[in-house]
């Protein structure tokens, strides 16, 4: 009986490109879970920094009437929100709207909270973002989304409102 050994080094070479390609799938898949969380962790830095400015302005001025501006550089697509706020959740056509605050808030026991975070959601947000206490009670309505750094906030301390400058 003779055998085709050619057919047989067609599929040992074929099995091990198979393997290969495999291999690099997994690496790069590696890879790019590393940046992700590299870069989810750098986010979550400018997060907190942007915060801490806007808290800390917020606080300088909150004893004076009228309109205060701030800018905020980062984290580019992130979203501001003021807690306790209505959101929506659920899918296409089974949205609900409620109303919560992040877990982070409801810890320090915040009446009200000013967080900047990934997601519009109480729960991404407190996984996923950083909080701050909103001691003036200041809202932001839905939340104002940081598209095109700077934005330009405009506080209005006799109406408790923040608003995006366009």
């Known amino acids: 009986m003779k055998t085709d ?5 067609l599929a040992e070479e074929t099995l091990k490109i198979i393997l290969a390609v495999i291999a690099v799938g997994f690496l790069s ?6 940046y992700n969380s590299g870069k989810d962790s750098k986010d979550l ?6 915060l801490n400015l806007l808290m800390q302005e ?19 697509g992130w979203v501001i929100s003021s807690w306790p706020n209505i959101y929506t959740e659920g899918m296409l056509f089974w949205k609900t709207l409620k109303q919560g605050r992040p877990q982070p808030c409801i810890n320090f026991g915040w009446d009200n909270c000013i967080c900047i975070c990934k ?5 991404k ?29 405009s506080i209005d301390y006799s109406n ?5 400058i366009k």
């Open 29 to 34: 898949l590696f890879l790019f879970s590393l």
């Open 58 to 76: 917020i606080d300088n001025q909150k004893d004076q009437e009228g309109v205060l501006e701030v800018q905020i550089y980062n984290p580019k």
């Open 45 to 50: 830095g400018h997060a907190q920094d942007s």
């Open 119 to 123: 997601k519009n959601t109480p729960d």
């Open 5 to 9: 050994k050619k057919g047989f080094l």
């Open 125 to 153: 947000c407190g996984s996923k973002g950083v909080c701050l206490e909103n001691e003036l009670g200041l809202s932001l309505g839905t939340g104002i989304k940081i598209k095109d750094p700077p934005i330009t906030l």
């Open 160 to 164: 408790k409102i923040i608003t995006k």
